[in-house]
């Protein structure tokens, strides 16, 4: 902690999708030992912390979202000595680590599940999980995969999954499962963890007697008042250990002040504010975005946080319209959103520029995109290109194609081919994070909204002004610094889809 205040209260904070950041066996799927050695970017790069994706023992249904063992690493990314070797240079270089944490459900093949399925009905080992003796599907629940959120077990009971048929929803109602994640809460921290991000944080706790939504009512399925004890409970664990061990939920709940509930001063450290990345690219849009997130926040005292992407939505050129002007108006959302209090949340790629690649369907690997054939997210979760003119880019020391296909363009968004190019998307990251530190940082929280027109947002934090232009003419800046901008300035003014970080007289 520096001057009392916490290290993930203005982090910015790297997501690694562990499967596509970086392969150092070959096998065209990234690992630990990949991250550890490509350490170094991050570090260079200029952000405090790196949030891992699921890396434990799973069969890979959902890319490590079904978790077989929450305490042991998964031999496709490598071992306990891997992750330690990985915290340890992390560390060295200065950055902390994040890493996920799946509560809601487990892997099909988790112990505690293949053990429900042999001691069969009305047995202590059904009752760590939602079975249900019944003719019919208990209830109208759907999967957010697609289809019955119910699968029927040989002996006729029905099981809860609210995602994939191998990811079977645990009962928090039974203590059994609360003592089992404390454990592993423990075992990361013993390990060095900095902190976890939380997946389905909302879910966990279904309605008692699990009803039907009723039309215009609450989900049943998510966002239960237990819950909140839950978090308390952790919170009390994560005070217990030095160094400002901390959580972040992402948390998809109805309303402003229900996200709040979460990030009480004993309960959760941050939550993910998906508005950001949600908002269609405009200027009322956004200001809408800002004044929203910090009033509702200021009522519990938490700090914000700011999200553009992830690895389950649409890279954000492409949700702004693709090509150059989706990729300048990226650029600007994101030096727009560096310039916010609080931290933010940066999906690898985002610092390359990279757009959502239409993947064939033919090599479609999300279990969302094969159950319903639909378009999924595997666009967003090609692997990344570090060097080189053909695939995979450096990504690793093979030859082929890695576990989804890189496209045959990506030579010149590749980290290799943007450093130290003047404009590129990359030193545009580097620059910003240097002069969020320097100047950025030793700000007040308060934003003041400024008026500079329906097309413009415009916002003042003390002596540094931002300005982002979502019109179609070069505006006006105010007298001042320019520290940096998204794009070139026009005759001194700011052009169209492009965002500006001014300090005043």
């Known amino acids: 902690m520096e001057s009392g205040v916490p290290w993930w209260r203005d982090a910015v904070i790297y997501q690694v999708y562990v499967r596509s950041f970086a392969d150092s066996d070959g096998d065209g799927i990234g690992d630990l030992p990949g991250i550890t050695a490509r350490l170094d970017h991050l570090a260079d790069l200029g952000v405090d912390a790196l949030w891992l994706t699921p890396f434990y023992t799973s069969p890979q249904h959902d890319h490590g979202y079904d978790v077989a063992d929450p305490c042991d690493v998964d031999p496709l990314f490598g071992d306990l000595a891997d992750f330690d070797a990985l915290v340890t240079r992390a560390h060295g270089l200065g950055l902390r680590v994040v890493v996920d944490l799946v509560p809601n459900h487990t892997s099909s093949e988790h112990a505690w599940f293949r053990a429900a399925l042999a001691a069969g009905p009305g047995s202590p080992e059904r009752d760590r999980y939602h079975f249900v003796a019944a003719d019919e599907p208990p209830n109208a629940w759907g999967s957010m995969f697609g289809g019955p959120a119910w699968t029927r077990v040989d002996d006729g009971e029905w099981y809860l999954h609210i995602f994939d048929t191998t990811q079977p929803d645990l009962n928090w109602r039974n203590s059994e499962v609360a003592a089992m994640y404390e454990g592993v809460l423990r075992f990361w921290l013993d390990r060095g963890v900095d902190g976890f991000r939380i997946d389905v944080a909302h879910g966990l706790f279904k309605a008692p007697g699990l009803p039907n939504r009723v039309d215009g009512g609450p989900d049943p399925a998510f966002d239960q008042p237990e819950v909140h004890e839950v978090y308390r409970a952790w919170r009390r664990i994560l005070d217990s250990y030095p160094g400002d061990r901390m959580a972040v939920a992402e948390a998809w709940v109805e309303t402003p002040e229900a996200m709040a509930r979460y990030l009480r001063p004993d309960e959760l ?31 519990v005292g938490a700090a914000p946080t700011w999200v553009l992407g992830n690895h389950d939505v649409v890279r954000a050129p492409t949700r702004y319209g693709g090509g150059a002007v989706g990729a300048a108006r990226a650029r600007a959302a994101a030096l727009t959103m560096l310039a916010l209090p609080g931290s933010t949340y940066v999906y690898q790629g985002e610092e390359l520029g990279l757009a959502e690649v239409d993947v064939a369907p033919e090599h479609w690997q999300d279990p969302f995109a094969v ?4 378009v999924g997210r595997d666009g967003c979760r090609v692997p990344i290109p570090w060097s080189g003119t053909t695939a995979p880019y450096g990504f690793g020391p093979g030859a082929g194609q890695p576990w989804i296909p890189q496209p045959d363009d990506w030579a010149s968004v590749s980290v290799a081919a943007q450093t130290g190019v003047e404009g590129s998307t990359l030193e545009l990251y580097r620059d910003a994070l240097r ?5 950025v940082r030793g700000l007040e929280d308060q934003v003041e909204l400024l008026d500079a027109g329906e097309d413009v947002l415009a916002f003042r934090r003390g002596a540094l002004q931002v300005m982002l232009n979502a019109g179609d003419a070069p505006i006006d800046l105010p007298p001042g610094e320019v520290l940096i901008a998204s794009a070139p300035l026009v005759g001194g003014g700011l052009p169209a889809d492009a965002a500006a970080w001014i300090r005043l007289p």
């Open 435 to 439: 002069v969020r530190r320097r100047v």
């Open 371 to 374: 159950r319903t054939g639909v």
């Open 269 to 299: 450290h941050q939550a993910f504010n998906f508005h950001w990345l949600s908002a269609e690219w405009s200027a009322p849009a956004f200001r809408s975005v800002i004044a929203t997130t910090l009033a509702d926040l200021a009522q």
